[in-house]
T-cell receptor, first 117, second 114 residues
Framework: EAGVVQSPRYKIIEKKQPVAFWCNPISGHNTLYWYRQNLGQGPELLIR????????DSQLPKDRFSAERLKGVDSTLKIQPAELGDSAVYLC???????????????FGPGTRLTVL | QQQVKQSPQSLIVQKGGISIINCAYE??????FPWYQQFPGKGPALLIAIRPDVSEKKEGRFTISFNKSAKQFSLHIMDSQPGDSATYFC?????????????FGQGTELSVKP
């Protein structure tokens, strides 16, 4: 079974430029998460999707960040314009609802390492 | 109240020794406590998880000890091996009501010396 796929793996841009990250979750996983991991820190949730619906975007800086999951499968996270402080690893994860109705194990992709110069 | 505090920040253990990483939380509504292992250049991968209705869970060389009254939980790695060298994150979530939003600790960089 293929894992969570993310691209690109690395991205270097200058500040004020736009950037986009793509994620393909594990087949059949209807819950998709985007996390940001700053250097030396644990991941922090940016947004969670249940199928096409963004059910938790409270941590997404909406002035410059946007995300979409149009057909409930792939997802794209965009930053426009990027700032120096956006340098981090952006992780995508997916999961299948657990037997109790709650969320089962989250499977993470390898992440996209963004460097903003 | 949503924080999970993890210690130590880094840990060096000899091969065959026991690695112990500790986490503490404040929110008593947390009901799922996973540990993730992350190698450089990789995403975190679930190692072992526990729910608050048990005090200990063991899977191979990895054991979670959970103290509900103290709001603490810890990861024990027995017979530590160089291949265990990685960053370990504890996490907590309110699984059902919040859709499993994971709150991660700051991470512990473990180095196992041969």
């Amino acid at each position: 079974e293929a894992g969570v796929v993310q691209s690109p793996r690395y991205k270097i841009i200058e500040k004020k430029q736009p950037v986009a990250f793509w994620c393909n979750p594990i087949s059949g996983h209807n819950t998709l998460y985007w996390y940001r991991q700053n250097l030396g820190q644990g991941p922090e949730l940016l947004i969670r999707y249940e199928n096409e619906e963004a059910v938790d975007d409270s941590q997404l800086p909406k002035d410059r960040f946007s995300a979409e999951r149009l057909k409930g499968v792939d997802s794209t996270l965009k930053i426009q314009p990027a700032e120096l402080g956006d340098s981090a690893v952006y992780l995508c994860a997916s999961s299948w609802p657990g037997p109790s109705g709650g969320t089962d194990t989250q499977y993470f992709g390898p992440g996209t390492r963004l460097t903003v110069l | 109240q949503q924080q999970v505090k993890q210690s130590p920040q880094s840990l060096i253990v000899q091969k065959g020794g026991i690695s112990i990483i500790n986490c503490a939380y404040e929110n008593t509504a947390f009901d799922y406590f996973p540990w993730y292992q992350q190698f450089p250049g990789k995403g975190p991968a679930l190692l072992i998880a526990i729910r608050p209705d048990v005090s200990e869970k063991k899977e191979g060389r990895f054991t979670i000890s959970f103290n509900k009254s103290a709001k603490q939980f810890s990861l024990h790695i027995m017979d530590s091996q160089p291949g265990d060298s990685a960053t370990y994150f504890c996490a907590a979530s309110i699984e059902y009501n919040q859709g499993g939003k994971l709150i991660f600790g700051q991470g512990t960089e473990l180095s196992v010396k041969p």
